[in-house]
């Protein structure tokens, strides 16, 4: 299938980091060989997602010979009931039995429980982790990663640190000193295991033939993949919109109907752009149209783990925490939403900005039990007013 490119002109983000430029300058000298020789894909993570990225990638790179046929798949070793290693499980059977059971990844899916090994030999990495993971893998990495290998992040989250928020794919760059792309979008990743249609936006920050390559890797006849200029406006979307579906779960478990998370939706994807916007000018309004957008907000608000999960949460009044419950409904698998409102809460906090960003306050002051789950719609439906750059004051 033809990759789909948007139409734009090259500037890069004004809020680029040095350290990303560099990487960037690297990698887009290194890229007239990059595209000229089989890449070596690893996959960073093994969970339900990392699984059927790993899926989507075998059956390209057996397809397409600009990529070498094995893919290597970094799995954080675990010992199943039976007494045998998660490792040893998936390269028997082909299937990852713990994360996504009764779906074969393809032969060529070598499971590998040394991350250093897992990544010595790649040009191409995809980092699909829960995002509190990233930190200390990207420590374990540090020194070990050559300047002219590529990364794209599937990971839906951010970190704070004491000078502000730091996106994943930033993490990825400013620790390794390499390039990294996003990829994000309406992927409940059960639905994509079984074939069934979806759609994906490939972030990148300036280098078009990178990012085409990256379509190339996952785009198959029932995932379909677009690329867009806009790293920073890609990834906050996967990113806030966890937020987004645990307002939904909350409304689904006081069962106040479809108006009402609807209403709760709009509401998020308006915070969602103004925080984005906020945070980065270089966010387009166009890229809140994409699969990582719009689509991937109502799939989330209709079947994900994050609504699921906050359901229970309001149906029990807040009585039972999130870690319960997670440990309780998603064997083993991981939310990314709770930690991901906190994060914004401190962000919100540091900047001032929490009056303006009332649905999201109020999904981390449900979470942490200091408000009740009703709050979601009392709180959330106060105006907030956006204090514009320029001095001016809209109320959206
Ligand atoms: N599952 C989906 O439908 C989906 C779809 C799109 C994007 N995503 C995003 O992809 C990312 C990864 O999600 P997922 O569904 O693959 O993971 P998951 O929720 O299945 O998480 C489980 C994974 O975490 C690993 N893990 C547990 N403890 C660890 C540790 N201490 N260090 C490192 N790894 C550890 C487990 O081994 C397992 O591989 C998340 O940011 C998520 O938001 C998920
Ligand atoms: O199951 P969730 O809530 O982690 O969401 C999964 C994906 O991000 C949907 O695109």
Request: charged share 20%; with cysteine; hydrophobic share 40%.
């Amino acid at each position: 299938m033809a990759p789909a490119f948007e139409a734009q002109g090259g500037a890069p983000p004004p809020q680029a980091e040095p350290v990303q430029e560099q990487a960037a300058a690297a990698a887009s000298q290194n890229n007239a060989h990059f595209s000229n020789y089989e890449s070596k894909v690893t996959i960073v993570g093994s969970g339900n997602w990392g699984s059927v990225a790993s899926k989507l990638i075998a059956s390209n790179t057996l397809r397409l010979s600009s990529f070498h046929d094995e893919v290597r798949m970094w799995v954080f070793e675990e010992i199943l009931p039976s007494g045998e290693k998660l490792t040893d499980v998936i390269n028997s059977t082909n299937e990852n039995v713990k994360y996504l059971p009764g779906i074969k990844l393809g032969k060529n899916v070598v499971a590998d429980p040394d991350l250093e090994n897992a990544v010595k030999d790649a040009n191409m990495l995809v980092f699909v982790t829960p995002h509190q993971f990233m930190e200390g893998i990207c420590r374990k990495l540090v020194g070990k990663i050559n300047g002219d290998v590529q990364a794209i992040s599937l990971i839906k989250g951010m970190e704070v640190k004491m000078e502000g928020p730091c996106m994943i794919s930033s993490l990825i760059s400013e620790q390794l000193g390499i390039n990294c792309c996003v990829l994000m979008g309406a992927n409940i990743a059960n639905e994509i295991a079984t074939e069934k249609f979806s759609e994906a936006t490939v972030g990148y920050r300036e280098n078009r033939e990178i990012a085409e390559k990256w379509v190339q890797l996952f785009s198959t006849p029932y995932f379909l993949v677009t690329a867009v200029q806009d790293v920073e406006g890609v990834e906050l979307c996967g990113t806030l919109k966890n937020v987004v579906a645990l307002a939904a779960g909350f409304v689904d478990g006081l069962e106040m109907g479809n108006n009402t998370k609807a209403a709760i939706m709009r509401i998020g994807l308006r915070e969602m752009k103004a925080f984005s916007k906020l945070l980065f000018s270089s966010v387009k309004d166009t890229t809140f149209f994409e699969s990582c957008g719009v689509a991937d907000l109502i799939t989330t608000c209709l079947g994900g783990r994050n609504r699921k999960v906050a359901e229970a949460f309001a149906k029990n009044g807040g009585k039972r925490s999130f870690d319960k419950l997670e440990a309780e409904m998603l064997q083993g698998q991981k939310l990314q939403g709770v930690s991901t409102a906190r994060e914004v809460y401190e962000v919100l906090g540091h900047r001032g900005w929490l009056e303006l960003f009332p649905l999201f306050a109020t999904v981390h002051e449900i979470c942490i039990g200091r408000l009740p789950p009703s709050a979601i719609v009392e709180h959330s439906e106060r105006k907030p007013r956006f204090e514009l750059l320029d001095g001016s004051t809209q109320y959206c």
